[in-house]
């Protein structure tokens, strides 16, 4: 008779903590359904998001699309650039329009043009690179005429 009202009592605390067991395991299981609505809600596209965003799963997705944008704007904006220098050169090509000291990284401050503090190690980079560019071109110019021009003397 012991023995059974020990199995009894053992029965009773096993099914006691088969149901903290199984009421834990709802909490659990509510948690994290709460968490993936959450992370739904986050990863859903926004009105104006564009085809390109809507498949970028992860953060390491999303900060690699941004270095990409990031990278176009900047070659974007020195294309833009170039073209304006270049358009300035040809449209003033009888006044001899004068670009030396001008950059895209330069402003005009008091009537001077300056480097601003942030862009002064980018601009001497820069300077460095186009010295090395117009010195390469120079020695492997095949015609001699500088700028690429064919000018002639007749």
Partial sequence: MEKARKTADKLKEVEKELADLKASSAEEKKKLKD??????????????????????????????????????????????????????????????????????????????????????????EEEEEDSDEEEFEEENRPDGNKEGHDESNS
Avoid: C, F
Wanted: proline share 2%.
């Fill in 35 to 124: 968490k993936v609505t959450a992370l739904k809600a986050m990863m859903a596209p926004a009105e104006d998001e564009s085809e390109g965003t809507r498949g970028l799963a992860t953060r390491a997705e999303l900060v690699g699309k941004v270095k990409k944008l990031e990278w176009q704007m900047v070659a974007s904006m020195n294309y833009g650039w170039q073209n304006a220098m270049d358009q300035l050169k040809i449209a003033n090509a009888e006044t001899g329009l004068n670009t030396k000291g001008v950059s895209r990284l330069k402003k005009v401050e008091n009537g001077q043009i300056v480097v601003p503090e942030q862009y002064r190690d980018m601009e001497l």
